[in-house]
């Protein structure tokens, strides 16, 4: 089963800093999502990436296979970018499910 | 497009009675999911179904059961509530058609039983 850690847990950054959410895995994948949430909301998924780097406007995401270590980057941030990033991992299995790390709660102060 | 669509949105219930949590969703995914999340932890798989007519438990299972009779739909029943299935509840789809897959999640389902 796939152990997945995500640093730090907790967040909190001035508006305009660049800010990095770190996540690692125990075992090989096929893929590592990058999830958003907000408070009282649902999931939106941000990236899903299985090699290399993927961007988005302000957020970056890359992944290294080799030592199992994915970043999600968020560039010049801003307050509603305040929110649950969740790393999750799929092994490629028949169901595709998900193996989640525990979350990282970023605030964004103006 | 509604993509995947939970109700209720909240729920109380009290100990020993029943409810079912709804879940669709209108992609036309094969792969259908329900998860728990409590608070400082990881979301966890109740269980999960790869086509209609076709579940399995995921890792926590106890307390609950599933169906799924068309593709679209996958509803979460839980009999005899517990204080211990105080959760949020997310319900998740993907397709089958690619290796490796985008989910989609529905809002959440946040139930109190008490």
């Known amino acids: 089963k796939n152990e997945v850690e995500q640093s730090p847990q907790n967040l909190t950054a001035q508006e305009g800093e660049f800010i990095t959410i770190n996540c690692s895995y125990s075992?090989?994948?096929?893929?590592l999502h990058w999830l958003q949430q907000h408070p009282g909301g649902g999931i939106v998924s941000l990236f899903m990436?299985?090699?290399g780097k993927k961007k988005h406007g302000r957020l970056i995401a890359t992944i290294n296979i080799q030592e199992k270590h994915s970043s999600l980057h968020i560039t010049a941030s801003h307050p509603r970018d305040s929110a649950v990033y969740i790393c999750a991992v799929t092994d490629g299995g028949s169901a595709r499910q998900l193996t989640f790390g525990s979350g990282t709660q970023l605030t964004v102060l103006p | 497009n509604a993509g995947v669509t939970q109700t209720p949105k909240f729920r109380i219930l009290k100990i020993g009675q029943s409810m079912t949590l709804q879940c669709a969703q209108d992609?036309?995914?094969?792969?259908m999911y329900w998860y728990r999340q409590d608070p400082g932890m990881g979301l966890k798989l109740i269980y999960y179904?790869?086509?209609?007519?076709?579940?399995d438990k995921g890792e926590v299972p106890n307390g609950y059961n599933v169906s799924r009779s068309t593709t679209e739909d996958f509803p979460l029943r839980l009999e005899l509530a517990a204080p211990s299935q105080t959760s949020v509840y997310f319900c998740?789809?993907?397709?089958?058609?690619?290796?490796?897959?985008?989910?989609?999640f529905g809002q959440g389902t946040r139930l109190t039983v008490v």
């Open positions: 179904s790869v086509g209609a007519g076709i579940t």
């Open positions: 990436l299985s090699s």
């Open positions: 998740a789809s993907s397709s089958s058609e690619k290796r490796s897959t985008e989910a989609f």
């Open positions: 992609m036309n995914h094969n792969y």
């Open positions: 075992v090989g994948i096929s893929a």
